[in-house]
C-alpha cells in the first residue's frame, strides 16, 4: 500500500529566500507523486505532478519538485518565496502497480512567508 | 471552464441528525472523488464514482455514509446520522480520464462540524 510523510508541520522562510517542502513516499511499484497547494477559505489547486521521465519537474506559481527514487522523496522547491506563497501544502501519491485512484495524502505543511 | 463547485461551504449541526454534500463535478469529467480531512490529520480517500457507478467505495467509514451520483452528473454524499467523529473537511474532485496518472481537480470542500 501507498503513503506519504511530510515530516514538517510547519515551514517558515523569509521572503525572497529559498524554500523547500519536504515530501517522502512509500509505494510498492512505481509512483506518481502530486503537489497541491490550499489557500485560505479556497480548494487545493493542483501545482505539480511526477509521472515519468526528467527527475526535475516544474509546475504552477515558480514551484519544482524533484523525484529521487534513491530516497523515496519528492521535494517541493521554490528559488525564491513571496508572501503570497504561504498556504497549506499537500504531497500526494498513487501506485503505478495497482493504477488505482486512491490517492495517498501526507497530513500537510503549512508555509509561511515573512516580509 | 467552471471548476468544482460544493455546497454549502459550512455546515453545523447537532449529533443525530442528517447532513447532505453536494459537489458538481467539472463538466464532461467522468469521474468523481470525496475526500475527507479530519483536524490537521491528512486527506483521505472516501470513495469514487465512474458516471454513476461506484467504482471504489473501500475508504468509506461506515454505512452511516451514503453517496450518490445520479445520472452520472452532481453527486450527494449524505451523513445519516451524524457523529461527532465525523467533524471534518470534506472535499470533491474530478478528473476526466481516471487511472493512476490522471490529475484530480478539487473543488473548495465543505466544513461539516457536528456539535
Known amino acids: 500500500a501507498q503513503s506519504v510523510a511530510q515530516p514538517e508541520d510547519q515551514v517558515n522562510v523569509a521572503e525572497g529566500n529559498p524554500l523547500t517542502v519536504k515530501c517522502t513516499y512509500s509505494?510498492?511499484?512505481?509512483?506518481?507523486l502530486f503537489w497541491y497547494v490550499q489557500y485560505p477559505n479556497r480548494g487545493l489547486q493542483f501545482l505539480l505532478k511526477?509521472?515519468?521521465?526528467?527527475?526535475l519537474v516544474k509546475g504552477s506559481y515558480g514551484f519544482e519538485a524533484e523525484f529521487n527514487k534513491s530516497q523515496t522523496s519528492f521535494h517541493l522547491k521554490k528559488p525564491s518565496a513571496l508572501v503570497s506563497d504561504s498556504a497549506l501544502y499537500f504531497c500526494?501519491?498513487?501506485?503505478?502497480?495497482?493504477?488505482?485512484?486512491?490517492?495517498?495524502f501526507g497530513a500537510g505543511t503549512r508555509l509561511t512567508v515573512k516580509p | 471552464e467552471a471548476g468544482v463547485t460544493q455546497f454549502p461551504s459550512h455546515s453545523v449541526i447537532e449529533k443525530g441528525q442528517t447532513v447532505t454534500l453536494r459537489c458538481d463535478p467539472i463538466?464532461?469529467?467522468?469521474?468523481l472523488y470525496w475526500y475527507r480531512r479530519v483536524m490537521g490529520k491528512e486527506i483521505k480517500f472516501l470513495l469514487h464514482?465512474?458516471?454513476?457507478?461506484?467504482?471504489?467505495e473501500s475508504g468509506m467509514p461506515n454505512n452511516r455514509f451514503l453517496a450518490e451520483r445520479t445520472g452520472g452528473t452532481y453527486s450527494t454524499l449524505k451523513v445519516q446520522p451524524a457523529e461527532l467523529e465525523d467533524s471534518g473537511v470534506y472535499f470533491c474532485?474530478?478528473?476526466?480520464?481516471?487511472?493512476?496518472?490522471?490529475?484530480?481537480?478539487f473543488g473548495p470542500g465543505t466544513r461539516l462540524t457536528v456539535l
Open positions: 511526477y509521472i515519468t521521465g526528467d527527475n
Open positions: 463538466s464532461g469529467h467522468d469521474n
Open positions: 509505494v510498492s511499484g512505481n509512483p506518481y
Open positions: 500526494a501519491v498513487r501506485d503505478f502497480l495497482y493504477n488505482n485512484n486512491d490517492m495517498r
Open positions: 474532485a474530478s478528473s476526466p480520464i481516471g487511472g493512476a496518472s490522471d490529475t484530480q481537480y
Open positions: 464514482f465512474v458516471k454513476e457507478s461506484k467504482q471504489d
